[in-house]
Nanobody, 119 residues
Framework: QVQLVESGGGLVQPGGSLRLSCAASGFTFSLATMSWYRQAPGKERELVADIRNPSGRINYADAVKGRFTISRDNAKNTVYLQMNSLKPEDTAVYYC????????????WGQGTQVTVSS
């Protein structure tokens, strides 16, 4: 049974930090491209950052470059998103995604965790 379980969301003041975690199970984590997406009210879901394996190549949305850091621990089957210098416009539900192409493709989503940046 595939599971992606996000945690670490919450309410934070502008300029603050949060660290999101996504614990994965039920598939070969080390083969997946892991991503964080977010969806704000009334807006489409957008890619925040992704990290590939085995290349380790990382991609960030322009809106978060220099403030957010994605990382993964293949031994713990977990991907992280360190979010610094948070802004009100970062307020959204953040989703973890695992995707793999090739002969046995998959595309899995977590349930999401709310991040609210407000004073």
């Amino acid at each position: 049974q595939v599971q992606l379980v996000e945690s670490g969301g919450g309410l934070v003041q502008p300029g603050g930090s949060l660290r999101l975690s996504c614990a994965a199970s039920g598939f070969t984590f080390s083969l997946a491209t892991m991503s964080w997406y977010r969806q704000a009210p009334g807006k489409e879901r957008e890619l925040v950052a992704d990290i590939r394996n085995p290349s380790g190549r990382i991609n960030y949305a322009d809106a978060v470059k220099g403030r957010f850091t994605i990382s993964r621990d293949n031994a713990k089957n977990t991907v992280y998103l360190q979010m610094n210098s948070l802004k009100p416009e970062d307020t959204a539900v953040y989703y973890c995604n695992a995707v793999r192409g090739g002969s046995f493709p998959y595309d899995y989503w977590g349930q999401g965790t709310q991040v609210t940046v407000s004073s």
